[in-house]
């Protein structure tokens, strides 16, 4: 077996990088690393652009969930950040799949290929998840949250997780393909032929908008996008809403979208507010085996309609992550510009200044949707 | 086209029957009704057994469900009754796939045949279910519920209910078939395919005992069940689980089943007690990517573990009846002797002992699991 | 029940209708028919506007499938026809899915209903097929196969084959959503997920052009025509093929697949040639796992590759007309104006003018590709 | 990560094995190899049992498939033979999922677990089928085909081809998991939901008797086993066939079948003979829609009748190896004891005798079905 490493002169890599790491909760240190080597089956990526997520925020004031279950994940040294894309500047042994210089974008997810989830495709669910620590490695690595993350300028990762960005896409519409991955993974889970079905999306957070992009891709109708701010509901109408429904100008919302649909209600819901009362209105406004995807969730136990949803024989998935190749599925759409995902890209920032960036992604201040970061400018 | 129907000398059908009807809440009445003759597709039976189901007490208490939404349901001349099996006795037009005098079992739910869900074979789903009231029939019938049941002598059925008894399965074992498609349509929506899975089943009443022989017969492996009382939990053994769990005795029923699959949590989770704990132990005893079906509900809101839910990529499947043509698998399995369901039919009486048959139902006298109704003895 | 059937004033419905029935093989006759009544969940239609399939050809030359077994299928006031669109005149009893004055589209099966492929949506493939001649009425039709097509001006049918057709699409458009329906019904039954995956379509006869502007719509990528005509070729770029190949001017059109799709081969083929030589290359060009939708045949036994099929794990799906609802899926893309399917609409006739029009068809006069037929024109 | 591999003193581990070696087509010679250490994710195995597969007879004429491509596949030092189980007796890196002392069988491909098909579970479709020679090792593995085999003493497996044998299975039983895990896998793919539907097993060789013994653990009604030798059709009587047909002994095979199962035909063929008579047989016993298992193939192209194939809708599934852990589906039957699948092992030879093992396999002396070797005997 050849193990050489392979390298271009085009794309020097320095030994070290900036890179900002998780101090005390809520606390991110512009610190340097070392900048690795691929092992086999991997590339060293120039991270181009980082989106950032609200997952995001939650790790940086919880720490990353794996890694609370083995202490304090706090000041171990930790680099959030995990929707990014890049240029590979190196090749690991036994790589073919790509050449330096191609431009990537990233799957968080590398499952450890060996547990019975993985060996289905459902590599967000590995059964080793988070088993990276220690002596133990199985190889499952969701880089923001289990391992190192990608507010910083390199990073490594498995072939497994990188989707090849077309030249014509700029770098911060590749950092959303992962975004649109989650609802594809979601409708690939809930059965996904769509096409000509009514569906509902509840949210229009940055999941919930690339959700109305990816069923209107699919060839859902109608499309019906819910929410409460009007400039958002705006998006999704230009993302392939056929119709936007706000819950405060609308006196009873499962009617609204009954008015819609039919009496009967809908087929599919996607999930993408997590509260109590989104869920069961989601449930309510189903039609009798009708199926719902659950892209968000409260962060606490929360009263359900189970008697509804088992009486009315309703399917409930709860997704996390975006499995089954589908951020390949949804490359395919946003390479063929089917929708325009840049529609929620509202902010960019320089590296150094992901403090400021962040604070505008969680106050949402200036209308902030997504927000990206540019680790070379 | 030929409009005759065939009756058979070897089978004098009476103008009139035996038949016990609705009154007020928790009334039943002896009463007598015409013995119609059935349409096209469909058969005359002589009912020679019917089970009592949990549903039908309250059915008796409450009404039929799809009845409740056109006014009161009492009074109505309504027959309770869904778990029967009888004898051909007439034939109507076009019918050949049976022959009088061949005895058959029925599922409960005939779909219209032409709604989006009997279109995908999901016709306990139909979505014009309860629609035969008045002037629009659409077809859909499900007997017991919405149209009239079986604590009579006589029942009309559309062939699409019906599976042939063999000969050597008696009329009371035959009245279980339907409970058991109950758990093969649930396992099927999950994606069927159990062997050497490991399945929890919780709640060892009719359909939870008869999910744990029709998840061993699948090749589940192991199979656990987990209840509160120790004779019901022998029966489980016996129906082919592997362990059974008394959760009054054990610490945290979490534990004890990871004890038995391995920390990870386990595959399948049939929720047969329809309790808020029952429903969130299951959510935490599952492994990243498991799913739930749920068998049975509570009858108001409940506080469910959606966070954990989400996070672990659980799917939760509500199943209401018997779908997908599963009662024929089911019946496959119980053709074969792969587990005997009479060991959860405890009691037998006859039609004129009814309101002591459901007294015995419902208040669990003398250890009653499953009761039968002989309408002919 | 209600038994009536409602009309309008604002649709009179003749007596009798102008009628093309089949004489003798090759020979049709222009007659008259009665204007039948529809019954319990049936409509009458006006046709507004009939195509013609290649396989309307072969039942004029040796009468329909079904018939034949019932004797000589010739000289038996039968119509042929089966892609056909109008507006509704008549309701059966029963049916409030529709209204009077609905343009609709329709598929060309009507299922049983009762059989087990009809309830699991595969009603193309009733086990009861052309069971509706004499006294054994099993409800199958296959209106232009089994039952009295559409060369005519009026036609019953089941509201299971309906499909509403928007107002700003044309009749002739409308008459093609069927051929779309028969690879949407392909690609559903070979998994359909394929976005990002590479298909070949192979003949870029109607249903191999629609077949491209489906596969596109889905998101394949790249889809690649292979056919012997340039200007269909050509049809076919504009309809979404994003490579082209005439296998007159290619040395080896595998590998000229495979210089598009990588060394590996592709991950579908749709194969409309219906010929042996397509059929091996479509194997030769699959990747390992692959799958082949034959959407045509050939007459008699050809010689296949079934070494190299089972050795690389192919899968091949005989498809035979548009199950499993797939055409309300074609429709939902063409509603959309995803593709462009008039592009292979090349001629209009009027009904009384069919002869001329079959033989445009069958000589494929002045590039014909589909002919429509407007009855009232 | 720590990289130490874990042996055990209760199995020492010698530096060289006895190892049989392919020389020119039809030599095998006894040689000596040396007993290599296992990397992470693998383990080593002291090979207790190993079946002769017809495949081996074919592998030893022809050479390795994969090999054959890159040169001459004979006289490389290559060991034959695939069907194996025995004892770990060494762990690589990260392995804590099975213990030294535990007695495994294997599946033969270890896919790469990167290519499209890999992620589907499809890993003996692997798109890197065979690419683990020179210095592009993709990490597929196929022992016994690309990697070297089992006729030997040792062997290292990746843990994904690894099946934990229950204490009370004998060695010779347990090399028969992977024969029973090849018509699980191809029912798998038909659907899996085989209970209470037909099924005929043609070719009552290792792969088609368990064929019949995996579908009537399924649940399948019934199942019908057609070949030429009355001895092999008792044996598959005992497996579980409702009905034996002998070929040779009735008037019309398709007739035969569908007295047994209805005019309208079977719903499922596992075709294991191989021959153009039994696929064309096979499809003409085909009811509408249903579906063919190619668990076997011809050695040059047929003549097929795919005209009664497309317009009967019915699929045909080209079976390559036991993929989507369909061997762990076997084992859970097996364990179970639902079939006794020792009843097709005829012989066992020692290491040494191999060449005369074979010649039984090959010329099918004394009956021979099943041949077990044990190396240590």
């Known amino acids: 077996m050849d193990n050489s490493i392979k390298t271009s002169k085009k794309f020097p890599i320095p030994k070290t990088m900036k890179a900002w790491v998780l101090g005390n909760p809520n606390e991110i240190k512009l610190s340097q690393k070392d900048v690795l080597l691929p092992s086999k089956s991997e590339v060293l990526i120039r991270i ?98 289990t391992s190192d993350g990608g507010f910083k300028q390199y990073a490594i990762n498995h072939v497994n997780t990188l989707i090849k960005v077309p030249d014509d896409m700029t770098d911060e519409e590749a950092t959303l393909v992962v975004t649109a991955g989650t609802t594809m993974y979601g409708l690939t ?91 069961n209105e989601a449930i309510l406004m189903c039609n009798r085996g009708a199926k719902i995807c659950l892209a968000a969730f409260p962060h606490k136990k929360i009263k359900v309609n189970i008697p509804h949803l088992v009486i009315n024989n309703i399917y409930m998935y709860g997704i996390r992550g975006e499995g089954k190749s589908a951020t390949h599925r949804a490359m395919a759409f946003m390479k063929e510009k089917r929708f325009d995902a840049k529609l929620i890209h509202t902010h960019t920032f320089k590296l150094n200044d992901l403090p400021k960036a ?20």
């Open 48 to 145: 181009d652009a980082v989106a950032i997520c609200a997952t995001d925020l939650d790790v940086i004031s919880h720490g990353p969930p794996a890694m609370i279950k083995g202490g304090s994940p706090f000041n171990k040294n930790f680099t959030p950040g995990h929707e990014y894309m890049g240029t590979i500047v190196a090749l690991g042994p036994s790589v073919d799949e790509f050449e330096i210089g191609d431009r990537v974008t990233v799957e968080i997810h590398a499952g450890c290929g060996q547990c019975k989830r993985c060996r289905m495709g459902m590599y967000t669910s590995c059964h080793n998840y988070g088993l990276n620590y220690g002596n133990k490695d199985k190889g499952h690595r969701a880089n923001g949250f």
């Open 358 to 377: 962040l604070k505008y992604a969680r106050e949402r201040i200036d209308g902030s949707i997504k927000i990206v970061i540019k680790p070379w400018e």
């Open 189 to 279: 889970e809930l059965g996904g032929l769509v096409s000509g079905e009514s569906v509902v999306v509840i949210g229009p957070g940055p999941i919930g908008l690339l959700g109305v992009a990816i069923a209107k891709s699919l060839g859902a109708s109608p499309v019906i996008l819910v929410g409460t701010r009007n400039n958002r509901l705006e998006i999704g109408k230009k993302l392939g809403a056929d119709f936007v429904l706000n819950v405060n100008e609308e006196n009873n919302i499962i009617n609204s979208v009954k008015s819609l649909v039919g009496e009967i209600g809908v087929d599919y819901v996607i999930e993408c507010a997590g509260t109590e009362q989104a869920l």
